[in-house]
């Protein structure tokens, strides 16, 4: 690669919480040149893949999962948290620290066989993106693959997403 | 315009409370076409604007304000609710029906001079993005034009607007 994305994100101690090292991604989206390699190298493996629809979840995987779709020419459908969408919904819970929370997904973005690329910033522990595997399965819909910007290679999110094809541009 | 971008936005009498018409651009995003059309259509009057930055307002306007930046090959900023960026930021206020809310931005996203494009899905009555303008130029920087999916006209949020190049696709 051209361009070494590493280099534009910065690590935020504490944050959000004492003791959470925070990959901020924001230097790396606001310089076009880094911006448009990362959209393009979390877009290309799926080019020739049939995807149907890109998926990301809110929020910051709108940044990077609209303009993939666009660029891949297909439509794009946010998942959102809960009370955010205005129509009928599927819903998918997934583990906090402490505590659950949910995500949803309208009932009529997807069609059932759509094939789905899923988008999201950062692969953690892989609670909201098996999360969103299902709502992709609850439409009957098939998820085509996911893409991460980033992987925390240690929390193993990876287990967490059935083998379904992953790409990551950036890995710790 | 080849394509009736309006047929893709879906009426939803009701919400987020009753008395509130909400228009829903998901169905126009998850259509791949439909969906280029909006973005190109947002972008193209700021192609040779001189354009250094996009900056969105969350969550909606990252979907659309995020494939902007990719396609005029800039970088994106995003401009989002208190408490959510974890470095520097300014801050700026606008008053809700009761209330205020405020937004934020990091401090270093923009530098002094930068023309800064700004996206959002929709113009009501242009608090949130008068407060949006109001950040760029904190930074210093300076507003190129505004560029909306949607202006609810008789809500006249053009006017908060301070005279920038305002930029409308679909007009009610």
Known sequence: MAIDLARYVRDIPDFPQPG????????????????????????????????????????????????????????????????????????AEYALEYGKAAIEMHRDALLRGHRVLLIDDVLATGGTLAAAMDLVRQSGAEVAGVSVLIELAALDGRARLGGAPLHTVIRY
Chains 1, 2 share one sequence.
């Open 20 to 91: 959470i090292l925070f990959r901020d991604i924001t230097p790396l989206l606001s310089e076009g040149k880094a911006f448009r390699a990362a959209v393009d190298a979390m877009a290309e493996p799926f080019r020739d893949a049939g995807v149907d629809r890109v998926a990301a979840i809110e929020a910051r995987g709108y940044m990077l999962g609209a303009p993939v779709a666009a660029l891949l020419g297909v439509g794009f459908v946010p998942v959102r948290k809960v009370g955010k969408l205005p129509f009928h919904t599927y819903r």
